[in-house]
């Protein structure tokens, strides 16, 4: 089992920055990925962005690209999520999710989620 914790969510004005974090327990070991989720009001939940706990390649979403950075701590066993230029559009739940595979971009590939932290921008 791995339990994954998110915290670094709030409320910020359109072009403001927001660092998440996502620390690790368990049996990380097991795990060879991890990465970032949303999920927006009414909207399915989506990939944003992965890397490995190695902390080697790293891939975003287009719609986030340029904007956000993943980076993760393997001694910390956390990962951050740090989001520039945030727009209103960015608004939703972020999830982090760990998994074995070597990418983490669809939901099936992932194994264990975090409970969620709300970002919201406003305009």
């Known amino acids: 089992q791995v339990q994954l914790v998110e915290s670094g969510g709030g409320l910020v004005q359109a072009g403001g920055s927001l660092r998440l974090s996502c620390a690790a327990s368990?049996?990380?070991?097991?795990?060879?990925?991890m990465g970032w989720f949303r999920q927006a009001p009414g909207k399915e939940r989506e990939f944003v962005a992965g890397?490995?706990?190695?902390?080697?390649?790293?891939y975003y979403a287009d719609s986030v690209k340029g904007r956000f950075t993943i980076s993760s701590d393997a001694a910390k066993s956390t990962v951050y999520l740090q989001m520039n230029s945030l727009k209103p559009e960015d608004t939703a739940v972020y999830y982090c999710?760990?998994?074995?595979?070597?990418?983490?971009?669809?939901?099936?590939?992932?194994?264990?989620w975090g409970q969620g932290t709300q970002v919201t921008v406003s305009s």
């Open positions: 890397t490995s706990w190695s902390g080697g390649s790293t």
């Open positions: 999710a760990t998994g074995r595979l070597r990418n983490i971009a669809t939901i099936t590939s992932t194994d264990y």
């Open positions: 368990g049996r990380t070991f097991s795990m060879y990925s």
